[in-house]
């Protein structure tokens, strides 16, 4: 039922952008926070952005602070990561991820999860 579909991921050159997109389905968007994690070959999921349904307040990792935007479009249910100046460091599995009600960092805290979308960053 629940579904949460990345799409957007591709390939770059450092210092170009991307813009990821999230289309959530089949729960209560309005309750849910929305969060961006990503994954790269051999090392742990880690938190990227995070963003309340309710009350649009972002959060970023450090890693990715001043260069990646999230932001969501209520109309559509949709969530967007906006990277810019891209780093090969930032090649990973992007995903997106809901939690219930609040906020957190950790992936294990979030109910759902899409199944990524690939980003690439050549140097």
């Known amino acids: 039922q629940v579904q949460l579909v990345e799409s957007g991921g591709g390939l770059a050159q450092a210092g170009d952008s991307l813009r990821l997109s999230c289309a959530a389905s089949?729960?209560?968007?309005?309750?849910?926070?929305m969060a961006w994690f990503r994954q790269a070959p051999g090392k742990e999921r880690e938190f990227v952005a995070v963003?309340?349904?309710?009350?649009?307040?972002?959060s970023y990792a450090d890693s990715v602070k001043g260069r990646f935007t999230i932001s969501r479009d209520n109309a559509k249910n949709v969530v967007y990561l906006q990277m810019n100046s891209l780093k090969p460091e930032d090649t990973a599995v992007y995903y997106c991820?809901?939690?219930?009600?609040?906020?957190?960092?950790?992936?294990?805290?979030?109910?759902?999860w899409g199944q990524g979308t690939q980003v690439t960053v050549s140097s």
């Open positions: 963003l309340t349904w309710r009350d649009i307040s972002p």
């Open positions: 089949g729960f209560t968007f309005s309750s849910y926070t």
């Open positions: 991820a809901a939690r219930a009600l609040t906020t957190a960092q950790a992936p294990g805290e979030y109910d759902y």
